[in-house]
């Protein structure tokens, strides 16, 4: 069963849809803004690579439609104001 979350790129206001269990876009689709950073994996030994929380937002169980647009909205007129 897919768990589908949407994420928001905290550069550009860019929203779109991602499966859990894909790796994360290592770039925006829109700004092209690098979105994701090499982690040690907490269970194993290993580095994997996962979202960079101070570059996206990822919205999953429990956001609303609403909550998304707010943060796409917000962020797209910060970027109006620079």
Known sequence: MARIYDVVCKSCGAKWAW?????????????GELL????????????VTDWD????????????????EQAVEKIKSERRLE
């Open 19 to 31: 499966c859990k269990y894909d790796a994360p876009d290592e770039q925006c689709p829109v700004c």
């Open 53 to 68: 929380e101070g570059k996206v937002i990822v919205f999953g169980v429990g956001s609303t439609n609403l909550d998304v």
């Open 36 to 47: 994701t950073q090499t982690v040690k994996d907490c269970n194993e030994d290993r580095m």
